[in-house]
């Protein structure tokens, strides 16, 4: 039975390895390579250090290649908590402030596409809207952000700052958009094209956002 089981093992890393290997180019894996090196010089000599035993340029090699910029499909979020006790406290203060940064993102896209609308919808049927349709995607984005890796710095006051790294995969993220978007939208009685119109137009915005950071 053993021998079985080592044999299918071998077989699923011959089969599943090159595929997962293959989800780069070698110039975005090489670009991954530099970009982590730079940039883990640039914080090591700002004092920062991985709290990790991975090493920094990998850690952030590692992170590059699962964002959309390299390949992967997810989009890079970082925060820093300043002079903080401890690290795990400066870890949930870093995703409190994502989750902020998040939110506000959301309110920003939706409001913008809610004015171009706003002869078609009160501004009742507005409030409820991005009530609800913030609501249900705060509720999964706690799920879909996932921590890549964090630094810390002593400082001279016994004190930490400490920056987390987060990955939210889009394709996730997106279809959380749609679905919240459509159930908000049937909440607040809006038309149903024009929650289709909405739809486009926060996707094409949340885009637009991530390109600018």
């Known amino acids: 039975m053993k021998k079985i089981l080592s044999a299918m ?9 090159p595929v997962m290997l293959n989800a ?52 890079s979020y970082d925060a820093t908590a300043v002079a903080v006790k401890s690290l795990i406290l400066g870890g949930r203060m870093a995703r409190s402030d994502i989750r902020t940064q998040y939110a506000d993102m959301n309110k920003s896209v939706i409001k913008a596409r809610i004015n171009d609308q706003s002869q078609a ?9 991005v009530a609800a349709y ?14 890549s890796f964090s630094l810390y710095r002593e400082r001279k006051d016994g004190l930490y700052d400490v920056r987390v790294y987060f990955l939210l995969d889009e394709d996730k993220a ?4 749609i679905r ?3 159930n908000a939208a049937a909440e607040a009685q809006i038309a149903q094209e024009i929650a289709d119109d909405m739809s486009k137009f926060i996707n ?10």
């Open 24 to 75: 780069q180019t070698k110039s975005q894996i090489k670009q991954a390579e530099k970009a982590g090196k730079t940039e883990a010089k640039r914080l090591e000599k700002e004092g920062w250090k991985n709290s990790s035993a991975t090493p920094l340029r990998l850690a952030i090699k590692n992170h590059l290649l699962k964002t959309e910029d390299f390949g992967g499909t997810a989009t």
């Open 174 to 177: 997106s279809k959380t958009r």
């Open 121 to 129: 919808i009160s501004i009742e049927q507005a409030d409820n809207f």
């Open 134 to 147: 913030e609501s249900m995607v705060m509720k999964e984005f706690d799920g879909e952000l996932q921590k």
């Open 204 to 213: 094409e915005g949340f885009k637009d956002n991530s390109a600018k950071e």
């Open 9 to 17: 093992l071998l077989v699923a890393s011959i089969v599943f390895c």
């Open 180 to 182: 919240a978007l459509k």
